[in-house]
């Protein structure tokens, strides 16, 4: 049981290339989310998912794109890197409004470099 | 304008002593208060969460205290251990969720 796998670990970018997060969840989670951190600023919400095919903004989501094709993947794209956007970032799943608890669970995290 | 506010930004308690850290939130529609728990290198991992029909919640040496009409709760952590030193996180939420800034935990032998 591997919880939430996040894919890569590690990437550096240049400024204006794009990229493509993966995370995926073996816990049969309804809902999942992309968060980065940056230091002083704690975990900001990019976007989330309440099920396969939904998606929603969170408090940062400008400069990302996600999608939900299936239940147990989720994700986070850039289209057009910039140095800003250089931030850990983690996915989480939960069971969601109803389940037996709000926990999340989170991913290791990716850490991405824009230069 | 940021969901919940937590302080302090970082905290160093003697081993044995009591840890305490502070959240705000606006939302009155939040229905579930958990508190993280975050080890270099690693994802945060849940502590102890509470719901705000609940003024207090007890875990071993971890306790939520909850105050819904000020809009506030905190973490306290007793006979607090070098073993606590992480960085700990207040969210508040229910189909999303919203993080303080976090706090720097470093407890001294």
């Known amino acids: 049981n591997a919880g939430v796998t996040q894919t890569p670990k590690f990437r550096v970018l240049k400024t204006g290339q794009s990229m493509t997060l993966l995370c995926a969840q073996d816990m049969n989670h309804e809902y999942m989310y992309w968060y980065r951190q940056d230091p002083g600023m704690g975990l900001r919400l990019i976007h989330y998912s309440v099920g396969e095919g939904t998606t929603a903004k969170g408090e940062v989501p400008d400069g990302y794109n996600v999608s939900r094709l299936k239940k147990q993947n989720f994700l986070l794209g850039l289209e057009s890197a910039a140095p800003s956007q250089t931030s850990v970032y983690f996915c989480?799943?939960?069971?969601?409004?109803?389940?037996?608890?709000?926990?999340?669970?989170f991913g290791e995290g990716s850490r991405l470099t824009v230069l | 304008q940021q969901q919940v506010k937590q302080s302090p930004q970082s905290l160093i308690v003697q081993k044995g002593g009591i840890s305490i850290i502070n959240c705000a939130y606006e939302?009155?529609?939040?229905?579930?208060f958990p508190w993280y728990q975050q080890f270099p290198g690693k994802g945060p991992a849940l502590l102890i969460a509470i719901r705000p029909d609940v003024s207090e919640k007890k875990e071993g040496r971890f306790t939520i205290s909850f105050n819904k009409s000020a809009k506030q709760f905190s973490l306290h952590i007793m006979d607090s251990q070098p073993g606590d030193s992480a960085t700990y996180f207040c969210?508040?939420?229910?189909?999303?969720?919203?993080f303080g800034t976090g706090t720097s935990l470093t407890v001294i032998p």
């Open positions: 969210a508040g939420g229910g189909n999303q969720f919203y």
């Open positions: 939302n009155t529609a939040f229905d579930y």
């Open positions: 989480a799943s939960s069971y969601g409004r109803g389940g037996p608890t709000g926990e999340l669970f």
